[in-house]
C-alpha cells in the first residue's frame, strides 16, 4: 500500500529573516509495505515541535552546526527533523509494533521513515494530551527545567530575570522559579504578554521591552537589590544589561541568543569587569546535557500539571501546509507559549 507524504522542505539557504518563499510544501509516494530485514519503523506524524535554533541550521553556514548532532546543517530540498510524537503504521523494527504511539525526531511531514538507531520512543501519554509530550513534558521542559535547577540552583527569596518569558521554555521557567519562593520577572514583547505573565502564570511583575528606551534603568527598576538568577533567552543587549545589574555570585544560564539569528552583528559583550568581580557564572547549555536527570524532570513536572501548580502554555497551528507561517511567527513574536503544529489526528 502507498500513501503520499506531503512534508515542507527550504528552497535555498534562509541567512536572513524567514519568509514564506523560503519554503516549499513537497509531495512524494511512500510504501508502507515494508522488507522484512529493512528493520525500519514508518510513523504517522500527530505533533511536531517549531523551535527557534532551526534557523541557524537552514543558514549557510552557523558554528551551531558543527557543535551538535541536533543541530547539522539542513540541506535544501531535503526533509526537515524536528521532535515530535507520533503513530507506528508499519515496522520491520523488532522493538516498535503498528499503533505504538512515539516520541523522538519525526520530520516537518506528515510521514516519517526510521532507520535502525533513529531516536525514537514509545510513549507512555500519563494521561496527558499527546501535545504535552512535544512541549512542557519534552525538550522544551527539560531545558527550562535542567537550566534553572542544575545551573542556577535557585534559593528561595533569590530574584530571578528571564527573557522572552512567555517563549516555550522562558515561561516554565518563570512558574518552576516561583515553586522555588523566587521572586520573579519576565519580558515579553507586548501589553497582551505582559498581562498574561502576571495574571495566568503568576509572575511577581513583568515588562514590554518593546517600550523600554534604557534597559538597563529598566533593569534597575524592577531589581533595586540586584539579579541573582538570569535565564537568558535572547543574548544581545538584555545580556548585557542583565550582568551589569547582577549581583554577587550571581548566575546565568544561556539558553538560546534569538536576538542574534536575524543579525550576526547584534552579539552580547557584557562587562567582563562585573563578570570577574561579582564572581559570575555564565554557562550555556543543552537540554541533551541533561538527559540523566529526564526522570526526575518528567516525575516532577507531571505532579505540578496535576495539582495545577504549572499551567500550560501552547499555541497549536494544523496541517503540514502551516508549518511555514508557524516557524516565521517565531521571529515575529506571535507565539504564546510553546509552537507545535498538529499534522494529524490520533
Same mark, same amino acid.
Given at each position: 500500500?502507498?500513501?503520499?507524504?506531503?512534508?515542507?522542505?527550504?528552497?535555498? &539557504?534562509?541567512?536572513?529573516? #524567514?519568509?514564506? $518563499?523560503?519554503?516549499?510544501?513537497? !509531495?512524494?509516494? *511512500?510504501?508502507?509495505?515494508?522488507? #522484512?530485514?529493512? %528493520?525500519?519503523?514508518?510513523?504517522?506524524?500527530?505533533?511536531?515541535?517549531?523551535?527557534?535554533?532551526?534557523?541557524?541550521?537552514?543558514?549557510?553556514?552557523?558554528?551551531?552546526?558543527?557543535?551538535?548532532?541536533?543541530?547539522?546543517?539542513?540541506?535544501?530540498?531535503?526533509? /526537515?527533523?524536528?521532535?515530535?510524537?507520533?503513530?507506528?503504521?508499519?515496522?520491520?523494527?523488532?522493538?516498535?509494533?503498528?499503533? =505504538?504511539?512515539?516520541?523522538?525526531?519525526?520530520?516537518?511531514?506528515?510521514?516519517?521513515?526510521?532507520?535502525?538507531?533513529?531516536?525514537?520512543? @514509545?510513549?507512555?501519554?500519563?494521561?496527558?494530551?499527546?501535545?504535552? &509530550?512535544?512541549?512542557?513534558?519534552?525538550? $522544551?521542559?527539560?531545558?527550562?527545567?535542567?537550566?534553572?535547577?542544575?545551573? !542556577?540552583? #535557585? @534559593? @528561595?527569596?533569590?530574584?530571578?530575570?528571564?527573557?522572552?518569558? *512567555?517563549?516555550?521554555?522562558?515561561?516554565?521557567?518563570?512558574?518552576?522559579?516561583? *515553586? $522555588?519562593?523566587?521572586?520573579?520577572?519576565? !519580558?515579553?514583547?507586548?501589553?497582551?504578554?505582559?498581562?498574561?505573565?502576571?495574571?495566568?502564570?503568576?509572575?511577581? =511583575?513583568?515588562? %514590554?521591552?518593546?517600550?523600554?528606551?534604557?534597559?538597563?534603568?529598566?533593569?534597575?527598576?524592577?531589581?533595586?537589590?540586584? /539579579?541573582?538568577?538570569?535565564?537568558?533567552?535572547?543574548?544581545?543587549?538584555?545580556?548585557?544589561?542583565?550582568?551589569?545589574?547582577?549581583?554577587?555570585?550571581?548566575?546565568?544560564?544561556?539558553?538560546?541568543?534569538?536576538?542574534?539569528?536575524?543579525?550576526?552583528?547584534?552579539?552580547?559583550?557584557?562587562?567582563?569587569?562585573?563578570?570577574?568581580?561579582?564572581?559570575?557564572?555564565?554557562?550555556?547549555?543543552?537540554?541533551?546535557? +541533561?538527559?540523566?536527570?529526564?526522570?526526575?524532570?518528567? *516525575?516532577?513536572?507531571?505532579? &505540578?500539571?496535576?495539582?495545577?501548580?504549572?499551567? #500550560?502554555?501552547?499555541?497549536?497551528?494544523?496541517?503540514?501546509?502551516?508549518?511555514?507561517?508557524?516557524?516565521?511567527?517565531? +521571529?515575529?513574536?506571535?507565539?504564546?507559549?510553546?509552537?507545535?503544529?498538529?499534522?494529524?489526528?490520533?
Amino acid at each position: 500500500m502507498d500513501v503520499v507524504n506531503r512534508y515542507i522542505t527550504i528552497n535555498n &539557504h534562509v541567512n536572513g529573516a #524567514p519568509q514564506d $518563499s523560503d519554503f516549499e510544501l513537497k !509531495c512524494s509516494p *511512500l510504501a508502507l509495505s515494508l522488507d #522484512p530485514a529493512s %528493520n525500519v519503523v514508518i510513523v504517522k506524524n500527530l505533533y511536531v515541535s517549531i523551535d527557534p535554533y532551526q534557523l541557524n541550521r537552514m543558514k549557510s553556514f552557523s558554528a551551531s552546526q558543527k557543535a551538535s548532532d541536533f543541530a547539522v546543517a539542513i540541506v535544501p530540498g531535503e526533509a /526537515i527533523d524536528t521532535y515530535g510524537v507520533g503513530k507506528v503504521v508499519a515496522s520491520t523494527n523488532p522493538e516498535f509494533d503498528k499503533g =505504538d504511539i512515539v516520541v523522538g525526531l519525526l520530520n516537518w511531514g506528515e510521514f516519517t521513515v526510521i532507520k535502525a538507531g533513529g531516536m525514537l520512543n @514509545k510513549l507512555n501519554p500519563m494521561g496527558f494530551p499527546l501535545s504535552y &509530550h512535544v512541549g512542557i513534558l519534552g525538550f $522544551s521542559g527539560l531545558t527550562a527545567y535542567a537550566g534553572l535547577f542544575e545551573i !542556577c540552583k #535557585p @534559593k @528561595k527569596g533569590e530574584k530571578v530575570f528571564v527573557s522572552a518569558a *512567555l517563549g516555550s521554555v522562558g515561561n516554565l521557567v518563570g512558574q518552576f522559579a516561583k *515553586l $522555588s519562593g523566587c521572586y520573579v520577572v519576565g !519580558c515579553a514583547g507586548s501589553k497582551e504578554k505582559v498581562a498574561l505573565l502576571k495574571e495566568k502564570l503568576g509572575f511577581d =511583575d513583568a515588562f %514590554n521591552y518593546r517600550e523600554e528606551t534604557d534597559l538597563n534603568s529598566t533593569l534597575e527598576r524592577y531589581f533595586p537589590n540586584g /539579579i541573582d538568577i538570569y535565564f537568558d533567552n535572547v543574548g544581545g543587549e538584555m545580556q548585557e544589561v542583565a550582568v551589569s545589574n547582577m549581583n554577587i555570585n550571581g548566575r546565568i544560564a544561556v539558553c538560546g541568543v534569538i536576538s542574534e539569528y536575524l543579525d550576526s552583528e547584534k552579539r552580547a559583550a557584557p562587562s567582563m569587569i562585573d563578570v570577574i568581580y561579582k564572581r559570575i557564572k555564565i554557562q550555556g547549555f543543552l537540554a541533551g546535557d +541533561y538527559l540523566n536527570i529526564f526522570g526526575d524532570f518528567l *516525575l516532577t513536572t507531571c505532579d &505540578h500539571l496535576r495539582t495545577g501548580k504549572i499551567q #500550560p502554555l501552547e499555541d497549536i497551528s494544523d496541517g503540514v501546509e502551516s508549518i511555514p507561517s508557524a516557524f516565521i511567527s517565531l +521571529y515575529r513574536g506571535q507565539n504564546i507559549g510553546k509552537k507545535i503544529v498538529k499534522i494529524a489526528e490520533e
